[in-house]
């Protein structure tokens, strides 16, 4: 089944406690995307990559790392949680260059509580 | 980045049209607009997309004007089953450049 995963699915930590947030997908996209939810605030972009090794800052960058050393697999680094960082993340891939150029498929989400 | 403003919520009753409307008044000249349907707890899922004038797909029309400064989601004969979270996003086509979701149309369908 064509998919992007995410684990964890639910995530209690505390501040400064470095954790990792990882995304597979199986449908050989080269377009991944890290998003964040907040209510009120829709989905903001945090980090997207365009290929191995091809990332670029989205609109909430800051305090986030991410790396693309496999075309599957897009992880999302929280060096030093913070609780504003208490939120629905959301994972994504597309493919590039055919015909729907905007059609992401979501990961099932990831809620990350830093308390 | 082109910004999107779109209604907070909307309510109808089943069996009627709905129509959302998005203002992207910054959009480029190779963006794209694209509408995702969100359920409560679920990612975004991709529901149309175009470029200029009409676009139709078995779920939705997607209506934009000449000058591509707005664009309208046309939901025939809505469900209850359609109550969701509705955004709106410019992007370019080949994605070089970070995605803007707004902040959704929340539409409520009654019986």
């Known amino acids: 089944e064509a998919q992007v995963t995410q684990n964890p699915r639910y995530l209690i930590t505390v501040t400064g406690k470095k954790l990792t947030v990882t995304c597979s997908q199986n449908?050989?996209?080269?377009?991944m995307s890290w998003y964040r939810q907040d209510p009120g605030l829709g989905l903001r972009q945090i980090y997207y990559?365009?290929?191995?090794?091809?990332?670029d800052k989205g609109d909430v960058p800051e305090g986030y790392k991410v790396s693309r050393k496999e075309k599957r697999n897009f992880p999302l680094i929280l060096e030093s949680p913070s609780p504003n960082q208490t939120s629905l993340y959301f994972c994504?891939?597309?493919?590039?260059?055919?015909?729907?150029?905007?059609?992401?498929?979501f990961g099932p989400g990831t809620r990350l509580t830093v308390l | 980045l082109a910004k999107t403003t779109q209604p907070i919520s909307m309510d109808s009753y089943e069996g009627q049209e709905v129509n959302i409307t998005c203002s992207h008044n910054?959009?480029?000249?190779?963006?794209?607009i694209t509408w995702y349907q969100q359920f409560p707890s679920q990612g975004p899922r991709f529901i149309i997309q175009g470029y200029k004038t009409k676009v139709t797909n078995e779920v939705a029309s997607l209506f934009i004007p000449a000058d591509r400064k707005s664009s309208t989601l046309s939901l025939p004969r809505v469900s209850l089953s359609d109550t969701a979270v509705y955004y709106c996003?410019?992007?370019?086509?080949?994605?070089?450049?970070?995605?803007?979701f707004g902040s959704g149309t929340r539409l409520q369908v009654q019986p």
């Open positions: 990559s365009m290929n191995v090794e091809v990332t």
């Open positions: 994504a891939s597309r493919p590039v260059g055919v015909s729907w150029y905007n059609e992401q498929f």
């Open positions: 449908m050989n996209h080269e377009y």
């Open positions: 996003l410019v992007g370019d086509r080949e994605g070089r450049r970070a995605l803007t």
């Open positions: 910054n959009i480029a000249t190779n963006d794209y």
